[in-house]
């Protein structure tokens, strides 16, 4: 079958008679048909029969079930239970679920028990083209091209081919405007862009949620805040700018901080870091460097905290070094500083981009 | 070419062309065919046979989700707002009223408290989903295991593959809709991928959310994607696929009666349209049940989405799993060149290696005809045993994927075992790679002895479990010959041929161009073919039959056992029942 | 409206537990204890005197207790005792732990543990009530920590209908932002490193929880007073009842875990069920060697 060297001795969809086989064996042929009890048992017909009615009549109820389900059970504010679960979606779900079922099985059991049984057979035809339209095709081909004379003329073919091929930079070029880069929305007093964050020397760390400042002494060892800027959460005392919408969730997205405190000599200060801690007080950003979920699994035993996303886990004590998982650098730590009030306060943005990598990131440390 | 100009008004006077009264379902049919003329086409398939297996069903579950989930798809969208616009919620939901969220997640909240069945038809729309991808899987395996992506079937294979990405595309695009906590941490895990990009990566992030991540654009986009355009090329690709399988007829099960050149099974009017149409309805009726009991996707209890909140088990649809397992256990490289971030942490599990192994699924095909050379058309299915290497093959893309899978639960698979994420990923870097070894060794054996085992069954029957003792006190077990129904079944499969390439040179000792490529190719076939146990050939069989007749008289003379004998070359048939088709 | 009644009904019969009247009482034994060493001592009766002596048992009995259960790793002092490995002691110091400690771990039958180095499971409670508070006082006697909270510190009552309905709603936002990170949204648990693991919370009594969030369980940070107000883990507790008592909206939960469950649900019944339904479809039904009476009977 396999000519040595040329794989296109037999041409494609010839010479049927290599596909026969030769069979140890000779094919038995179709074995004779057998009749189902439905066929010779007039009762048996009549029963199957009713069996398939049968289906489609418990379909019906279920169907008028589904209604009624509708109708009376309440949903909403004052919605009816039933062993613990919402009564109108299990209801209504069994009801339509029944209603459907019922329908397919009765119809199949008419297929099995009383539709024609007979096996039929069915001759295939190879998948190609005759020989002769084959031929036809390929001379019509080649006589549109000789037509059109696109072999004789290369001018006009390649500059077809240019025009067409360059088609392609509009198409491209309009969807430019899906969005600014980055370059075009950074901004270090808006804190867009991101190399920034919200974050400003002075700008007091907020609990989040709650939106309110925290002291250095109300942390205890062990403890763990979740944390944002004060500038997400603007009152009239901070003076902060009214916040809402896409800036609000940009900026969320960039400046949720962890603080943990732990004994003052388990921290080992980076270097530059020396005076970034107060009293045991450490601060980092929360989104992963990996691909940028907020984490906040932490071991105050391990001073390990672990992201829920793909497991990267990286010890605050060490200034988040990754010691585990996908994640490559550090978390960023934010400087703090306390105010006159014993809030604790930022002493700058941080010194680095937050969240995933990205190509130009370095360059804009 | 004639025309029928019968039923051609040959005049503009107002008698009838067609004189005879047609019966009531004639009537129709002939009304619509005079315009559409439908009878031409339609009697070529109204009857079109389909073999009965219910393995051949599996594409039928893939197809009839998909009609599920555009009916409720349908039915989500009355409601769903796709938009990221602020609310605050004032739904039924008490824990969070009040709260902001987008207008998605209000929107889906309502669908889920306050619009009756809207819970039932988005958890509907949730397992039909889930049961798309997983239908469409099970049905690739089926294809590739018995063969039915040889010649002709290609380029549905290459079809089905498409589909598949689409499908599973179609799936995030879905579930990152209702903008709750779960989708979100997902999108934005999807935003640190795009940013892992070389060059462009921060510009199609920014492109992406139109702007900042998460800005305001990004949900709206998703949808358009998820409603129109994804949704219109799945059914362009469907449609295509089931053109190419009318044309291409079914494959069938080797047997008796079933040859290449004939399909055998049941007409499509009335038997298939009836169990087709019936598998629809169950397909919805256990869609339905399982949307009104089991909870999925419960949004109301992640909450909206706030990029400074997480929630354990943050794991993204099953189909999506893999990739997040392969992701997981990857380990932290990143390099700086010149300045610039190369994420090989996030590039290779995500960009890299998914890319690479639907191109390798797509390409399994071309690669099989390429070593084997066979340029035939193939319609009967192959059992998997008889293909070991290329079962092999599968079985080992199968572990490599339960195993990223698996990865992708390592913290589900950490509580609930007792056992340690930092263990389970050291043990995943190395089975990644020994695991998918290891079963391709395992299941070629393992095929080979089957075979083996279909050879013995052929040569020396099927052990009855009747132990007799000899004149000497031997013991011995009597076998006793198969049907001649599960024997022509048996043997009705092609011997493998090892392609060489002694014959390269040609008459004056050139070598071939390419002939490097053949070594190599002429080195896979006997690799894939080497090992495998071929049937016995029609002497084989003769001689052994002859030899167990031997036998058996020998001891029928000796002890005048009674029953099952053997008579030369009519063979009597034993009740073992045929092989499972 | 009225499902919000429900709720805050449940909530108060929920944290009704049997221990709640040993709480209180133990509390009031704490606080009159304390004030007693504020107040002058001519200011308190011949009561008092009772008070204290019972106090000073407590604490007596308490140190018994210690000596023989808990201070073969915890010290004959409580002072703890030396590392076992980098990081880890056999037993931490449990001079300022305070009463709340004591209670949650020896309450919850975490304490006392087989294995120093492995996470303490919730168990079997080895010992009594009066045993208990006996040894809570011993430890809170040591240094000041936390108290055991009375019931007022994490009950929603006394508070209007529409307070409740905030302080639940504030109470989630709270529990999504410092706890579904390691407990899930569901309060199911989650994995921690190196074979860790953050507890279910489903079912456990809001003293307990309150205590744990106060004093930081084995690897838990803790979200003390000045971390987490009162009020803010009062909140917490209401939104953890809410979600335990509220119906499933949507069916079975199937474990609260999240897509992982439901993939294998969608696998397991969705395509197992699906492949069922598929053999019996294409199954042969039953043969009979009869032929019908008609040769073109069954035809057609």
Redesign the interface.
Known sequence: MIEPGNDDAIAPGHDRSLAVREEPIANPGLPAHQWRPTDVDERLEKRAERQVAAMFVLSMICGVLFVVAYFTLEIGDNFDTFIGLGASTVALGLTLGGALLFIGIGIIQWARKLMGDQEIVEMRHPAASSAEDREATLAALSLGAEESGIGRRPLVRNTLLGSLGLLGLPAVVLLRDLGPSNAEVANEEEGTGLQHTIWKPGMRLVRDVLGTPIKASEIEIGDLVNAAPEALFPTEENGYEEIEGVPLQVQKAKGAIIIVKMEPDEIKPGKGREDWTIDGVICYSKICTHVGCPISLYERTTHHVLCPCHQSTFDLADSAKVVFGPAHRPLPQLPLAVDSEGYLIAQSDFTEPVGASYWEREKQK | MSLDTSKVASTNGSTPATASKPSKIGGVAGWADDRLGLATAMRKNLRKVFPDHWSFMLGEIALWSFVVLLLSGVFLTLWFNPSMGEVHYEGSYDPLRGIEMSEAMASTLNISFDVRGGLLMRQMHHWAAMIFVASMMVHLLRVYFTGAHRKPRELNWVIGCLLLLLGTLEGFTGYSLPDDLLSGTGVRAADGFLKATPVVGSYMSFFLFGGEFPGDQIIPRLYIVHVLLIPGLLLGLIAAHMLLLVYHKHTQWPGPGRTEQNVVGFPMLPVYAAKAGGYFFIVFGVTAIMGGLLSINPVWKFGPYDPTKVTAGSQPDWYMGWPDGLLRIMPGWESVIFGYTISWNVMIPILIVPPLMLVVLMLLPFIEAWITGDKRDHHLLQRPRNAPTRTAVMVSLMTFYGLAWAAGGNDLLAITFDLSINQITYFMRVMIFVGPAIAFFITRRWCISLQRHDNEKLLHGYETGVIMRSAEGGYTERHLPISETSAYTLTARDRDEIYSVDGDTDANGVVAPGSRVQALRAKLSKASFGHNVQKPTAEELAEAHAHAQHDHELEAGDDHSTGHELHGSTVQSVDEPPRAR | ????NR?AGRISRHRRGPVAGLVVLLFGLLLTGGLYTVLDTAFVPAQADEQTMSDEELVAEGRELFLVGCSSCHGQNAEGLATVRE??VKGPSLVGVGAAAVDFQVGTGRMPMARPEQQAPRKGVVYNEEEIAAMAAYVASLAPGPAIPSEEDYSLEGLSEEER??A???G???F???C???????G???????????PNLKGVEDRYIYEALLT?P???????N????PE?KRDVIA?LN??ED?????????G????????????L???G???G?????????????????LEE????
Request: net charge neutral; proline share 5%.
């Open positions: 409206m009225r499902l919000l709720s990081g880890q309905e905030e639940i709603v504030r989630g936002q709270i999504l932002t410092n579904t990170a390691c407990h899930n949204f569901n199911s648990g989650g994995a921690m490193p190196r074979g860790g693991y953050a930081g084995q690897a838990m940070p803790n979200f003390s000045g971390n987490l107000s803010a939104y809410t979600i509220q119906p499933e909206y949507g069916g079975f939960g199937m609260g875990l999240g897509p992982v469950s439901e993939g294998l649900f969608a696998w019944l969705g395509i069920g699906l492949v339904f598929a053999v019996w479809i294409a199954a042969h039904t039953t043969r009979t060697t009869r032929t019908p009476h009977g069954a035809e057609a």
